[in-house]
């Protein structure tokens, strides 16, 4: 699996960059809500829905199938 630019090498750990150039109100109610889930789980969420890749670009970058990714956002 190939790192995501900017995630120092964890794909897992993607999170940090992409929210770091998030401000505001929510970013605090935000990094907490991420904070309290799985890393697996934070990072499908932070790719598709922060970052707003395709579920085909984070099943591939994650190293798993749209599938995976349904039931960890599921789950």
């Keep these: 699996m190939a790192p995501i630019p900017g995630s120092g090498g964890d794909n897992c750990d993607a999170a940090g960059p992409i929210l770091g150039r998030h401000r505001g109100r929510g970013r ?13 789980t934070r990072a499908v969420i932070v790719l598709r829905y922060v970052a707003d890749l395709p579920e085909a670009e ?3 970058a994650l190293g798993c199938s749209i599938g995976t990714l349904s039931r960890i956002v599921r789950s």
């Design 28 to 40: 605090q109610a935000l990094d907490a809500a991420l904070r309290s889930l799985s890393r697996r």
């Design 58 to 60: 984070v099943a591939a």
